[in-house]
């Protein structure tokens, strides 16, 4: 009989095959290689590699995310369970296997476009209460695309201007996580500043975190990590819905 570490292993590792190493990790607000990381101490079983209250906190998290029930990883692996492949004209092997989602009777959800634009109206902290319109978008997408993810929590935002380009255009539909009030990891935020709301790059470097504009006709900024709390953060993006012009 297979211990609880490599039922938790293969668990894991059936979601890596269907979501992606890095879209879990997203899931959980973490990082790519810490799931491998997991995974492959699980095995081993080597509990000096990782801490087993953190395994176990994530755990219990990505089955409330994905709609699962509470115990669904402690429960072993049954024979043809696991993720089953179908190879069509040659093409690259595609996953089939279905994610339970809570989330069935609705067939579309509906996320709150931001308005940003007319942030100085209000106080920055209630621009989660400030919207231009609801729009609907089919449930099955939103489930898969944004990973289960707790959809209350996502809002829609529009880019201005041109410091994030060449990655996001001005008029790109922004996927932001509210609930997100931190830095967390190193991602593309949104920031509240003195007179402007704005969109920028968040990375990590030594006890450093730097504030980027990826477009580089415009400079960048430092914050120490021991003075992260001065970030005012409204959100983090998780995705982006680009239109460009031909």
Same mark, same amino acid.
């Given at each position: 009989?297979?211990? !609880?570490?490599?039922?938790?292993?293969?668990?894991?590792?059936?979601?890596v095959?269907?979501?992606?190493?890095?879209?879990?990790?997203e899931?959980?607000?973490?990082?790519?290689?810490? !799931?491998?990381?997991?995974i492959?101490?699980?095995?081993?079983d080597?509990?000096?590699?990782?801490?087993?209250?953190?395994?176990?906190?994530?755990?219990r998290?990505?089955?409330?995310l994905?709609? @699962?029930?509470?115990?669904? @990883?402690?429960?072993?692996?049954?024979?043809?369970?696991?993720?089953?492949?179908?190879?069509?004209?040659?093409?690259?092997?595609?996953?089939?296997?279905?994610?339970?989602?809570?989330?069935?009777?609705?067939?579309?959800?509906?996320?709150?476009?931001?308005?940003?634009e007319?942030?100085?109206?209000?106080?920055?902290?209630?621009?989660?209460?400030?919207?231009?319109?609801?729009?609907?978008?089919?449930?099955?997408?939103?489930?898969?695309?944004?990973?289960?993810?707790?959809?209350?929590d996502?809002?829609?935002?529009?880019?201005f201007?041109?410091?994030?380009?060449?990655?996001?255009n001005?008029?790109?539909?922004?996927f932001?996580?509210?609930?997100?009030?931190? @830095? !967390?990891?190193?991602?593309?935020?949104?920031?509240?500043?003195?007179?402007?709301?704005?969109?920028?790059?968040?990375?990590?470097?030594?006890?450093?975190?730097? !504030?980027i504009?990826?477009?580089?006709?415009?400079?960048?900024?430092?914050?120490?990590?021991?003075?992260?709390?001065?970030?005012?953060?409204?959100?983090?993006?998780?995705?982006?819905?680009?239109?460009?012009? @031909?």
């Amino acid at each position: 009989m297979k211990t !609880i570490q490599e039922t938790y292993a293969e668990r894991l590792e059936m979601l890596v095959q269907r979501y992606g190493q890095t879209n879990l990790a997203e899931v959980i607000n973490s990082h790519a290689v810490l !799931i491998q990381d997991w995974i492959n101490s699980l095995k081993t079983d080597d509990e000096n590699r990782i801490s087993w209250h953190q395994v176990t906190k994530a755990i219990r998290q990505i089955e409330q995310l994905l709609g @699962f029930e509470r115990g669904w @990883f402690d429960q072993p692996v049954k024979e043809g369970e696991f993720i089953k492949y179908s190879i069509q004209s040659g093409l690259t092997k595609t996953p089939a296997y279905q994610i339970k989602q809570e989330h069935d009777i609705a067939e579309t959800v509906q996320f709150r476009l931001l308005d940003i634009e007319k942030h100085l109206l209000y106080k920055s902290s209630d621009i989660n209460n400030q919207s231009i319109k609801l729009l609907d978008i089919d449930r099955n997408w939103a489930v898969t695309h944004l990973l289960g993810l707790k959809l209350d929590d996502i809002a829609l935002v529009t880019v201005f201007g041109d410091n994030m380009y060449p990655t996001l255009n001005e008029s790109d539909v922004l996927f932001v996580d509210t609930s997100v009030k931190e @830095f !967390i990891n190193d991602g593309v935020y949104l920031l509240s500043g003195l007179s402007n709301i704005r969109v920028r790059r968040l990375q990590m470097v030594s006890n450093e975190i730097h !504030i980027i504009n990826d477009n580089n006709k415009y400079s960048n900024q430092k914050v120490a990590v021991k003075d992260k709390a001065d970030l005012q953060v409204l959100a983090k993006v998780k995705r982006v819905w680009s239109l460009r012009r @031909f």
